[in-house]
């Protein structure tokens, strides 16, 4: 999988360099069998940016300049089922639904579009990420199988995805300027776990987040620290992109729970972070909730499959009944969670839980 390798070393690039995202879209376009597509995103402020790919320029820009917004189905329908990967057009509209609908038949299908493979990805920051990609009507429905071909690639473009958004889908100019931009609690790493520079936001979170001896950065709460760490060594030392590069870091007393991203720096990134590694972004938890879906999904790599299983076992339920209501097998369940373990960095049901459902505010 050396081509996945590269195209994710891209992707994290992309994430400091926006601009370079319609090459991006393009190349996952190209897997899909479609002809462009589009990053669009909005943030807590409801302010929308949007990159799409030149051959899907045109489409877009009727969509903006014509309010099309307001009779988006595809949106409207994945919105509400909340799927943690990728989906087609069947998998949410009929056919016949799409020859009756404006948005097909007067937008899509004249403008050279019709089919379409996409996902939405909502982050614990309340940004809203929507990837788009789009096939020629000609030559058919998307096959379903491709989205589990691009399922793999979803957690890294949440991350990077995160990191452009903040950014405003425009390049900074220096690392300091970066990290001011993103206005999340950030900074900028080397290899070791040395802090380069960090913004004010972070050191505000002092009870949960320090330096210690040489500026190295540590997490008070045990678990989390230890999870950093090693996936800190492991991304210095391998090229296996499916490494954790979320933790998840509990409350504690009047401060929220919190997931750090960790966004390796690749390619032209290095002129701005020339002596950095990695970059630690840090989202707040809002809800009261452990973890939904879409963090578990999105941050942390797990298939919709393993989803399912983590979220039954951190709300107390065995495997047995994780298995009765899956109607799965009990070895399979048990396949699933050892999976689940080896993407967040735990070994046992008991810690998987400590760390995830821990993830409460306090009060609550």
């Known amino acids: 999988?050396?081509?996945?390798?590269?195209?994710?070393?891209?992707?994290?690039?992309?994430?400091?360099?926006?601009?370079?995202?319609?090459?991006?879209l393009e190349r996952i376009s190209a897997i899909a069998g479609c002809y462009g597509g589009t990053l669009f995103s909005m943030d807590a402020q409801q302010e929308v940016r949007h990159i799409v790919t030149e051959q899907y320029r045109d489409v877009m820009h009727i969509f903006v300049?014509?309010?099309?917004?307001?009779?988006?189905?595809?949106?409207?329908?994945?919105?509400?089922?909340?799927?943690?990967?990728f989906v087609t057009d069947c998998d949410v509209i009929s056919v016949e639904e799409m020859d009756a609908h404006p948005f097909y038949t007067e937008l899509l299908r004249p403008n050279g579009g019709g089919w379409a493979i996409g996902t939405i990805i909502p982050v614990p920051s309340g940004d809203l990420l929507v990837f788009?990609?789009?096939?020629?009507?000609?030559?058919?429905?998307?096959?379903?199988?491709?989205?589990?071909?691009?399922?793999?690639?979803?957690?890294?473009?949440?991350?990077?995805?995160?990191?452009?958004?903040?950014?405003?889908?425009?390049?900074?100019r220096s690392m300091v300027e970066t990290l001011k931009q993103i206005g999340l609690p950030a900074a900028a790493l080397r290899k070791n776990g040395q802090v380069l520079a960090m913004n004010d936001l972070l050191q505000l979170l002092g009870e949960q987040i320090t330096t210690g001896a040489f500026d190295e950065i540590s997490i008070k709460n045990s678990a989390s620290d230890v999870l950093m760490k090693q996936s800190l060594v492991r991304l210095a030392e391998t090229r296996d992109n499916s490494e954790v590069k979320s933790i998840p870091i509990p409350a504690i007393l009047d401060q929220p729970a919190l997931i750090a991203h960790l966004?390796?720096?690749?390619?032209?990134?290095?002129?701005?972070?020339?002596?950095?590694?990695?970059?630690?972004?840090?989202?707040?938890?809002?809800?009261?909730?452990?973890?939904?879906?879409?963090?578990?999904?999105?941050?942390?790599?797990?298939?919709?499959?393993?989803?399912?299983?983590?979220?039954g076992i951190i709300s107390g339920k065995t495997i047995d009944d994780v298995a009765a209501e899956l109607k799965l097998s009990r070895e399979t369940i048990r396949n699933q969670l050892k999976s689940v373990?080896?993407?967040?960095?735990?070994?046992?049901?008991?810690?998987?839980v400590g760390l995830l459902a821990a993830t409460r505010f306090p009060g609550k």
């Open 65 to 85: 300049r014509d309010g099309w917004t307001k009779q988006n189905i595809r949106a409207e329908r994945l919105a509400k089922i909340k799927y943690p990967g």
């Open 1 to 24: 999988m050396a081509d996945d390798h590269e195209l994710i070393d891209l992707i994290y690039e992309a994430a400091i360099i926006p601009e370079n995202w319609p090459s991006i």
């Open 263 to 311: 966004i390796p720096i690749k390619g032209a990134a290095h002129d701005i972070f020339s002596r950095a590694f990695t970059i630690l972004v840090i989202t707040p938890l809002h809800a009261p909730t452990a973890p939904t879906e879409d963090v578990l999904n999105g941050l942390f790599d797990l298939s919709p499959a393993e989803v399912k299983v983590a979220q």
């Open 132 to 172: 788009n990609l789009e096939r020629r009507y000609a030559k058919g429905p998307i096959e379903k199988e491709l989205c589990g071909r691009l399922d793999p690639l979803r957690p890294h473009l949440a991350r990077a995805g995160l990191m452009s958004s903040r950014l405003r889908m425009e390049r900074a």
């Open 341 to 352: 373990f080896a993407k967040t960095g735990t070994g046992r049901q008991a810690q998987l």
